[in-house]
């Protein structure tokens, strides 16, 4: 098992995106990416976004290169100046994770996971060691990286689904579900009862020896000085009292862009007019100089893309 994760993880990765991944980088590479991809370095610096740093409007941490926080449901985290941060997924450590997950399960526990009568939360404790590996655990996002696996396992077992992009994913619905409880609610209700007498001994005891309820709280609710404070009630659970429904669809699927469909397909005109348009790009770059070997390869690897594909033929 450590082999396998040893294995997938040792796999060329680079989050371009990610100030904190690109701090661990050699100068020479950052130079190197920057000088081919320079608006890379401009976005990472716009992180935080939106929220006031309360529980109910953290602070989205929002860096182009992760999982859209509206596809999931985030977890926030407060931080050492009491504020709280939603920090989102990474699409590369997402897709790791799923990867790794794919791998180490069966497809008789992803058929079992998929409707077991039990709350997700357990069947994402069952996930742990992937989101752990990867550090996304706790993130609020193991439903979606148990359907990114479920939904397209086929693909990243035979090698045709090898990052984020290609990935298939749900969308995000919200629904609502009928519901009744029968509880039992207790109240402080205080209220004050008047009486006719010709004594206050004969005024007391006709109010507190009634016996006919006149003076019980429920005969003079609408009277001044009534007053109700719930303080506890006692339920047994609510009971389903309909079908369950589609509310409204929070984040759209994501249709995954498969390699193995660009073969069958072949390139459109449009697919052409954007190969036409890489290749000017390479033509006209200058950033590949002695010394940037990173952005050299970079520049090859582009170049080899359009060599595969420019010659395919049109459907």
């Known amino acids: 098992m450590k082999k396998l994760i040893n294995k997938i993880l040792k796999e060329e990765t680079i989050a371009t995106t990610s100030r904190k991944a690109r701090s661990q980088w050699s100068p020479e590479a950052a130079q190197d990416l920057e000088a081919f991809h320079p608006d890379l370095f401009e976005l990472g610096e716009q992180e935080e976004t939106g929220g006031d740093g309360s529980w109910s409007n953290p602070i989205v941490n929002n860096t182009p290169g992760n999982v859209p926080t509206s596809s999931y449901e985030p977890h926030s985290q407060r931080g050492s100046d009491e504020k709280w941060v939603v920090n989102p997924v990474s699409k590369i450590a997402f897709y790791k994770a799923t990867q790794i997950l794919t791998k180490i399960k069966d497809s008789n526990w992803f058929t079992q996971q998929e409707d077991d009568g039990e709350h997700t939360y357990h069947r994402v404790a069952q996930m742990e060691m992937p989101l ?22 086929e693909g990243i077992l035979d090698g045709s689904i090898t990052n984020y992009d290609q990935l298939v994913l749900r969308a995000f619905v ?27 001994e004969d005024a007391f005891n006709n109010i ?11 005969e003079w609710s609408n009277r001044p000085g009534y007053d109700e404070e719930e303080y506890d009630w006692d339920g047994h659970g609510g009971e389903i009292d309909g079908p369950i429904k589609v509310v409204s669809v929070l984040y759209p699927e994501e249709s995954g862009l498969n390699e193995s469909i660009i ?12 190969m036409s348009e890489l290749q000017e790009l390479v033509n006209e770059w200058s950033g590949c100089e002695e010394g940037m070997p990173v ?12 060599e595969k594909y420019k010659s395919k033929p049109l459907n």
């Open 132 to 153: 752990k590996v990867v550090g996304i655990r706790g993130s609020g996002i193991g439903d979606k990286v148990f359907w990114a696996a479920s939904d397209n396992r």
């Open 208 to 218: 507190s020896m009634d016996e006919d309820g006149a003076y019980s709280s429920g």
């Open 263 to 274: 073969k069958e397909m072949g390139p459109g005109p449009e697919e052409n007019d954007i």
């Open 174 to 200: 919200k629904y609502e579900l009928p519901m009744t409880e029968d509880v039992r609610v207790y109240k402080t209700i205080t209220y004050t009862p008047t009486i006719e007498a010709y004594s206050q």
């Open 295 to 306: 952005a050299c390869r970079y520049k090859n690897q582009v170049q080899e893309l359009i």
